[in-house]
């Protein structure tokens, strides 16, 4: 029973195309997230939605666009691919109060944009 | 603008040793921290935390100790076992939901 999963685990794509990630929580949590760890290693928050209201929106390029049709989902569109989007991006859920529960994370999605 | 710095990016230990690991923040409105552990070609998991009221917190193996005069922190191993071998993220909270990630520390533990 996978907590947090997400797909696709690969993505290779060119240029100026557009692509999806999906995301999904069975563990009844109220808060997703999306994370991308560059070439760096940095793990960084992009988005946050509880309860399908956006909540952190961490300067990302608009070309980015969470969509959380209900509390379980947290999907990310890319319009626009470029080079520079070429990263992991992991899925994220945690109940609203993080201080008393970490967050799961899903096993990430390698996106490489040739 | 890196709020979570993890120096010294890899160690390897003998196994059965201690396992020591660093993090020194700068924003001292951080009030929680984590470690959390990666496998490749998975995710993160929470291994352990500590609140910044507290100095040190343990579980089994694993110890984060916090000095917030220093901004540090640090999280023990011990002893060390293969199944250790692993990145470890350091993390800090400040207010709900806002968590920033050190690049991590990748730890070889040899049998």
């Known amino acids: 029973d996978t907590a947090v999963s997400q797909t696709p685990k690969y993505l290779v794509t060119q240029m100026g195309n557009d692509k999806s990630i999906k995301c999904e929580q069975n563990l009844g949590h109220d808060t997703m997230y999306w994370y991308k760890q560059d070439s760096k290693k940095f793990l960084k928050i992009m988005f946050s939605?509880?309860?399908?209201?956006?909540?952190i929106n961490e300067t990302v390029p608009n070309r980015f666009s969470p969509k959380s049709p209900d509390k379980a989902h947290l999907n990310l569109h890319i319009n626009s691919l470029e080079l520079g989007d070429s990263a992991v991006y992991f899925c994220?859920?945690?109940?609203?109060?993080?201080?008393?529960?970490?967050?799961?994370f899903g096993n990430g999605t390698r996106l490489t944009v040739t | 603008d890196q709020q979570v710095k993890q120096n010294s990016p890899s160690l390897s230990v003998q196994e059965g040793r201690i396992s020591i690991l660093n993090c020194d923040y700068t924003?001292?409105?951080?009030?929680?921290f984590l470690w959390y552990k990666k496998y490749p070609a998975e995710g993160p998991t929470f291994l352990i935390s500590?609140?910044?009221?507290?100095d040190k917190n343990e579980d089994g193996r694993f110890t984060v100790f916090l000095n917030k005069s220093a901004k540090h922190l640090s999280l023990h191993i011990v002893p060390s076992q293969p199944g250790d071998s692993a990145v470890y993220f350091c993390a800090a909270l400040r207010g709900n939901n806002r968590l920033a990630f050190g690049k991590g520390n990748q730890v070889v533990v040899i049998p």
């Open positions: 924003n001292s409105m951080f009030d929680y």
């Open positions: 994220a859920s945690s109940p609203r109060d993080t201080y008393n529960s970490p967050l799961h």
């Open positions: 500590i609140s910044s009221i507290k």
């Open positions: 939605y509880n309860n399908k209201e956006l909540i």
